[in-house]
């Protein structure tokens, strides 16, 4: 039996959790819930073990000087909570780690003994992956769960996955068989300019989350750091021909692909969303992920993202492809689902 002390009565906790490497591309999962540690000044409650579960030849520890004191952190798994407050309190805990190396099974176990033993009612994974879809339109983001009832009711796709999978699958597994509701969200980030960080893919999942569980998240400057880093990247591809073309080509047939969502229901969300941010708060500069043509109004400060390789460059499977994801994300084998 897991015992904690100092960690006060939950309201409503979600678990949401994210896992830097195979199924974090360009970090923009783990970057969404180190966002939401830094805005809502987290409180770290636990750590996993490192010996456990972590190979230190693959995941080395870093050493650091504290003063004239030399200090080693190693790889882990950290657990903490954020209380939120407003008209609707809700509560999260929120699990920010490394893949493990090792022992996945006892891994997520001990995640779901947290879980249980804070009164978790939710598990939310979040993930990112490579994908065909260019970095000028809003960026996919796929809900899927494994339970049937579960993605009746909260809008999600019922995964029909099967090949290899990362640690992101093997916890939403874990929770289901565990009698824990549990849902993971993927971002599909654009394979020509993977290197993170992504600030778009981060915002993305930020804003999906919002409305999954329904709770108002600060961006803080999320909104310019993704009007910079599209804008850069902008420019870089603008450099070279081949680049541009075949952004172009993505671009088309994303916007063909996408013909169909521009019902009345999506138009009347997006709308929805626009009014609440405009209200004002915390994260209103932006809405629903969507950081399209808006991104290239005026002149910005320019960060350094990635240059875009060639189109055929590199694998491009960082992660777990959702099943039933079009929208621009990549459906060929070396492109993973959960």
Not at 15 to 26: I, K
Not at 60 to 78: A, F, M
Not at 191 to 208: D, G
Not at 294 to 314: I, Q
Request: with cysteine; charged share 25%.
């Amino acid at each position: 039996m897991i015992e904690l002390e100092g960690v006060p009565e939950l309201v409503d906790p979600v678990m949401v959790a994210a896992f830097e490497g195979w199924n974090d591309a360009g970090d923009a999962a783990s970057s969404a819930v180190a966002h939401l540690d830094k805005e809502w000044k987290g409180e770290v409650f636990a750590a996993l073990d490192a010996e456990d579960y972590y190979d230190f030849q693959v995941n080395r520890p870093t050493v650091w000087l504290d003063g004239g004191t030399r200090k080693i952190t190693w790889p882990t798994t950290r657990l903490s909570v954020v209380r939120v407050g407003g008209a609707k309190p809700r509560d999260l805990v929120l699990v920010r780690g490394i893949e493990p190396s090792m022992r996945w099974r006892s891994f997520c176990n001990e995640i779901l003994g947290f879980a249980h033993e804070l009164g978790v009612e939710l598990v939310v994974v979040l993930g990112a992956l490579l994908g065909d879809t260019p970095h000028t339109r809003p960026v996919p983001v796929s809900g899927v769960t494994s339970d049937p009832d579960l993605a009746r009711t909260m809008n999600l796709e019922e995964t029909r996955y099967e090949g290899p999978t990362g640690i992101v699958g093997v916890l939403q597994e874990a929770c289901t068989h565990a009698g824990v509701p549990a849902v993971s969200l993927w971002a599909a980030v654009p394979h020509y300019v993977s290197q993170p960080p992504n600030p778009k893919a981060t915002m993305a999942l930020l804003n999906r989350l919002e409305d999954l569980i329904d709770l108002r998240i600060p961006l803080g400057e999320l909104p310019e750091d993704a009007r910079a880093w599209q804008l850069g990247v902008d420019q870089l591809a603008a450099e070279d021909s081949e680049v541009a073309e075949y952004v172009q080509t993505l671009e088309e047939a994303r916007d063909t692909a996408d013909l169909p969502e521009a019902s009345g229901e999506a138009i009347a969300r997006e709308f929805e969303r626009y009014l609440q941010r405009r209200d004002g708060g915390p994260g209103h500069a932006t809405e629903g992920g969507d950081a399209g043509p808006f991104l290239r109004e005026g002149p910005h400060e320019r960060t350094k993202p990635p240059y875009p390789p060639a189109a055929d460059a590199g694998p491009r499977a960082a992660g777990e492809k959702p099943e039933g994801e079009d929208p621009g994300a990549d459906s060929e084998e070396d492109s993973e689902e959960d």
